[in-house]
């Protein structure tokens, strides 16, 4: 059987007819000078990688928990194919755990005066922009003996954005805004306070919607009907201090809040209200202002995409006046922040009431599942302990929650995969009401 390249080569070193081993230089160099020549020739027959000219192309975005495809294209100037290897970095939370090595590297042959592509497939698992490492090139000789080595800087950032796993809920959502908004029959009076129509009385009516003067000049009882406000102004406000970096399952509060401050978005900006975002601790961390309806969601999105727990305590008094200023007329603010006491009382609650004079306000708080299940436990000593806790723990909060709407507040307190859909429920609640 034929051999070639470097089995070839070593098989031939090998038969060289030296007779007798000499232990000397003369032995040595007898073996050793052919191959240092046959390495010398393959690093001057390897493509040379400083010249090597390379570009990016490809996604420039991607939602958490999606692939974004990076194409380089790699182009060989030079008169000499290149037979390389090639190693694109990124930093290690562009890939799931223990996929890095076989994404990053690539094998490529690329003929003089041509180019290739090869295409770095990224799963990343944590939110923020992933900027590109350098590209490592290793060019090797026909032989395989020998190599060439350098590093490019090709610049590219590729932005993470929240996975809004909540949009599931928007259709069901938007069918209740329908409802509301009198685009679907239905059997109960749509509240607001902006006059639709009248219609026939049907058994459930709220009496005090009787248009009387309509009833004496028909034969029925005839009600009226009500469209719920639109273009009304909606504040999301995401408290981005220490509390919204407790982790509730594998991720932080915050992203719980954001998860459902999207879908309230995209709900609200539906219903033709305007959103504007705030992300504030101890200063301003993202601001969204007028943003049309088709135009705000991908603001929120890419607003949100870099925002990332501070470990310091928000300033209410900051957080109010900045909610203030960002919302100088009537508007719903929802506040996404924590319902633990100290927070609460030692810094909301001496503020609120400047929010609650002129707006109406809105507050959701993520829930720590593992504490009902606590509070459920049985069976030994340690278990009983972890259940008295839990419920004091839950008593506080609901108490926190008491306060809060003691001063007017309406209050969502739900864990992380039902926060969402629930602050969609008290929005829509809030405009049948007639109360944004």
């Not at 051999?3 to 160099?29: E, F, H």
């Not at 490492?133 to 290793?138: C, N, P």
């Not at 401050?261 to 601790?281: E, H, P």
């Not at 991908?298 to 310091?312: C, H, I, R």
Request: charged share 25%; aromatic share 4%; net charge positive.
């Amino acid at each position: 059987m034929a051999l070639t390249g470097r089995a070839a080569l070593l098989a031939a070193l090998g038969s060289l007819p030296v007779g007798i081993w000499d232990p000397g230089w003369s032995g040595i160099l007898a073996v050793n000078a052919p191959l240092a020549v046959a390495c010398a020739c393959d690093y001057a027959l390897a493509a040379p990688v400083r010249n090597i000219v390379l570009t990016r192309s490809g996604d420039a975005s991607v939602r958490l928990g999606d692939s974004a495809d990076v194409t380089l294209t790699v182009t060989n100037p030079s008169r000499r194919p290149l037979r390389a290897r090639l190693r694109d970095a990124w930093p290690p939370s562009s890939w799931q755990p223990g996929t890095e090595t076989a994404a990053s590297r690539h094998r490529l042959t690329v003929p003089p005066g041509e180019r290739r592509r090869v295409t770095t497939r990224l799963r990343p698992t944590r939110r923020g922009d992933r900027q590109a490492d350098r590209v490592t090139i290793r060019s090797y000789g026909p032989l395989g003996l020998f190599a060439r080595q350098g590093t490019h800087k090709v610049p590219w950032t590729v932005r993470v954005l929240p996975p809004f796993a909540s949009r599931k809920h928007l259709p069901s959502k938007l069918a209740r805004l329908r409802e509301l908004d009198g685009r679907t029959s239905v059997l109960v009076r749509g509240e607001g306070t902006e006059f639709d129509s009248l219609r026939e009385y049907v058994p459930g009516d709220d009496t005090r919607s009787i248009d009387w003067r309509a009833t004496a000049r028909q034969s029925a009882v005839a009600v009226r009907t009500w469209r719920p406000e639109r273009d009304r102004h909606i504040l999301l406000v995401l408290d981005t201090g220490r509390t919204s970096a407790g982790r509730v399952g594998d991720a932080p509060r915050l992203d719980a809040s954001m998860d459902a401050a999207l879908l309230l978005a995209a709900l609200a900006s539906r219903a033709g209200d305007r959103v504007d975002l705030l992300a504030y601790d101890r200063r301003v961390r993202a601001l969204v202002q007028g943003r049309s309806a088709g135009d705000v969601l991908p603001s929120l999105v890419d607003a949100m995409a870099t925002l990332e727990p501070e470990l310091v305590e928000t300033d209410a008094r900051g957080l109010t006046a900045t909610a203030l200023r960002t919302a100088p007329r009537r508007s719903l603010i929802v506040l996404l922040t924590s319902l633990d006491a100290a927070p609460v009382e030692e810094g909301l609650l001496p503020v609120l009431p400047q929010l609650t004079k002129r707006h109406t306000v809105l507050m959701a708080s993520v829930a720590d599942p593992l504490v009902a299940r606590m509070a459920g436990a049985r069976g030994n000593v340690d278990a009983v302990y972890e259940a008295a806790a839990a419920a004091q723990a839950q008593t506080e909060r609901h108490r926190t929650a008491e306060q809060l709407r003691r001063h007017g507040v309406t209050v969502v307190d739900a864990t992380p995969d039902d926060l969402a859909p629930t602050l969609a429920d008290a929005y829509l609640a809030l405009k049948a009401a007639g109360k944004l």
